[in-house]
């Protein structure tokens, strides 16, 4: 009955989070653990995700490091497989690399679609699968993006791979429904992160950010962290296929 | 029932020290959304025509160790509606839950109807707002607002032209509210329902053809309890929203997603 009854806590279960070694998805892994899940931090950069891994502990909760390349199916596979359990996946892991349409390269094209949506594809279905074999259903939470919805300029890609997100969200809702397992996204504006710190350390790029968000700032890790573990939670228990923006109101003018 | 926050995350989604008012508050999800928020530490002030049912309401949030008081009152009665919110003491979260359906064929519907449906599900929750978002503003702590959606807010419905176009409207509404009221800190969300198992919706889906084709539509095998809705709502006032607005959360167990 913490918080005043709102069924959000995740006690005794098991969490995964990718790309959960700084900004959104270290703010997520925090709230899980904060919730009372066992937090596994997956991430390539061993370093980083041993530091999160530390902070969780020293606030009370559980977490472990996985070292992993999200991009490699073997790896993740083996990440995941090597988990007690699992009931929550945070798909976080993403990168972005702007640039105008007629420049945008093959490389950074292959770079994005492979980690902002096949490598999320496919850390995905490793987990619904191993929630399915656990038979006690799950929550599976996509990090899309407000470029999940609208346009932006030198974005093409980062707009194309966002968008895939919440359509992939909805059609993986409608597989897995029958297994107990709901499938949501949470979609940020800019959130003050290592990803989008060069972007908005330019002032005038910064004050054109915070003109198109009626609340009037960037986004906190916490803002999207708050959202995530609520739709991991059982408070959630009959919210599938959404996508809940976290913009500050960006995309409703 | 206010049990203590255990973590920081947990307190970021307690209301204590908030005052909030809840419309159709007698019955169904607004009985429920009342006694959430009250559960999470809000002061509720419940409003609905009849006053015996606000009134037990309130003995049961008491009961259970929160704070309710009652506004007894037609919520289309704008007139005696809007002074009585611009008089109280505070206000920091307004739920705009009452409304109706009155199913009808689209060459069948009537005037009566449409007038009726819109009145309480368009007009009231406008006008309640506006007086809800002044008072906010006098405050100057800003607020949240949430209007009670509907999936058919987002999709189509037979024989649901009237309250697919009001659901729709409150969408649009949000939207809008969501910008004229961001620069004083005041947050607009809808929360959308789909069948939820309130009495009256338990009612129409003892008819076992409806509540086949329900279910059907909605791929997490079930209708919703009036508590999906008060913890989407209780989630979307508190503090760990605090960069949601203009937006809605479906809680229809997929249903618009096909």
């Not at chain 1, 929550?88 to 972005?96: E, K, R, T």
């Not at chain 1, 699968?129 to 470029?147: D, F, K, P, Q, Y």
């Not at chain 2, 839950?97 to 005037?111: C, H, V």
Request: hydrophobic share 50%; net charge positive.
């Amino acid at each position: 009955m913490s918080a005043g009854g709102l069924p959000v806590r995740l006690d005794g279960k098991v969490a995964a989070v990718t790309g959960a070694g700084r900004g959104i998805g270290r703010a997520c892994a925090r709230a899980l653990a904060a919730a009372g899940a066992e937090v596994a931090l997956l991430a390539r950069s061993r370093d980083q995700i041993e530091a999160v891994a530390a902070e969780i502990a020293a606030a009370g909760g559980q977490a472990r490091a996985v070292a992993c390349d999200v991009c490699d199916p073997a790896q993740v596979r083996s990440a995941i497989g090597a988990l007690s359990r699992l009931d929550v996946l945070v798909n976080n892991a993403g990168v972005n690399r702007p640039q105008p349409f007629l420049e945008v390269s093959e490389e950074a094209l292959d770079l994005m679609l492979g980690l902002n949506v096949r490598a999320a594809f496919l850390v995905a279905q490793a987990a619904a699968r191993r929630m399915v074999a656990g038979g006690e259903g799950g929550a599976i939470v996509h990090i899309g993006s407000t470029l999940g919805r609208v346009g932006s300029r030198e974005r093409t890609v980062y707009c194309a791979t966002k968008h895939a997100i919440e359509g992939l969200t909805k059609a993986m809702a409608l597989d897995l429904a029958p297994y107990g397992i709901r499938v949501n996204a949470v979609s940020p504006t800019f959130v003050e992160t290592e990803m989008t710190r060069r972007a908005l350390a330019d002032p005038a790029f910064r004050a054109s950010v915070v003109e198109r968000i009626p609340l009037g700032r960037v986004g906190r890790p916490e803002d999207v962290a708050g959202a995530v573990a609520f739709l991991a939670s059982p408070a959630a228990a009959m919210i599938t296929g959404a996508s809940l923006l976290v913009d500050g109101g960006w995309v409703a003018r | 029932m206010a049990g203590k926050a255990k973590t920081a995350y947990d307190q970021s989604l307690r209301l204590d020290g908030k005052v909030a008012l809840v419309t159709g508050a007698s019955r169904g999800i607004g009985r429920v959304i009342a006694r959430a928020l009250a559960a999470a530490g809000a002061e509720t002030v419940l409003l609905a025509r009849t006053g015996s049912e606000i009134e037990a309401l309130g003995r049961e949030i008491a009961a259970a160790g929160g704070r309710a008081s009652t506004l007894v009152a037609d919520v289309c009665d704008t007139a005696r509606v809007r002074p009585a919110i611009e008089r109280l003491a505070r206000l920091d979260v307004l739920v705009n839950n009452a409304g109706k359906n009155i199913p009808q064929p689209f060459l069948d519907a009537t005037e009566a109807a449409f007038d009726d449906v819109f009145t309480l599900n368009v007009r009231a929750p406008f006008l309640v707002a506006q007086a809800a978002a002044r008072r906010m503003v006098v405050g100057g702590q800003g607020g949240v607002i949430v209007n009670i959606g509907s999936t058919f807010g987002h999709v189509g419905g037979g024989e649901r032209s009237v309250y697919c176009a009001s659901k729709h409207a409150i969408e649009g509404l949000t939207k809008a509210m969501a910008l004229d009221l961001a620069p004083h800190g005041i947050r607009v969300v809808t929360v959308c329902p789909t069948w939820t198992g309130t009495e009256r919706a338990r009612k129409a889906l003892e008819d076992k053809a409806l509540r086949a084709s329900v279910l059907a539509r909605i791929p997490l095998g079930r209708i919703g309890e009036p508590e999906d809705i008060a913890n989407a709502v209780v989630f979307m006032c508190s503090s760990a929203a605090a960069m949601i607005t203009g937006t809605s959360l479906l809680v229809d167990g997929g249903w618009t997603v096909p």
